[in-house]
């Protein structure tokens, strides 16, 4: 494992681990206390609170990905072609995603409504992780596929 792909995940790690604890010991006043847990659980703060994190999470990631691909880049001049197909490629998977967002809302009974901007960015995430999903089935297959046939 290289030393970027190592601090991107620990980085990752410890975005997780502080939401996952913050998720379990939060109650609605905003006091730190375990044995408030179904209070916690029922809380509209707290699902705000972990929306705002997954687009922390999210951001986090996205540019993690790309300052370590850039670090990269610059270390090895051979592989700048590919990490430029690969980044043009993730901004139009984005593109994608968020073209193909419809931002309608979703009937739900909470005290705040969601704006169109939260619909249109949470539906882009969606659509984005539904494409990757395909894209990893795909390269699962072809590389089945592949191997079988190269060794006929």
Known sequence: MSK??????????????VTLVAFYIQNSTGIFVI?????????????????????VMLFA??????IL??????????TLKRTG????????????SFLLASGDPVPVSIDAE????????TDTVLIMSYILVVVAFVALIWGGVRKLIQNR
């Open 4 to 17: 970027a792909l190592r601090i991107l995940l620990i980085c990752l790690l410890a975005i997780s681990a």
């Open 35 to 55: 044995s408030n847990l179904a209070e916690a659980m029922a809380s509209q703060n707290m699902v705000d609170v972990l929306m705002y994190v997954s687009y």
């Open 61 to 66: 990631a996205i540019l993690l990905v790309v």
């Open 69 to 78: 691909t850039i670090m990269q880049m610059a270390d090895n001049r051979k």
């Open 85 to 96: 197909i690969i980044l043009l490629l993730a901004v139009v998977l984005i593109g994608v």
């Open 114 to 121: 969601p704006t169109y901007a939260q619909f249109k960015l």
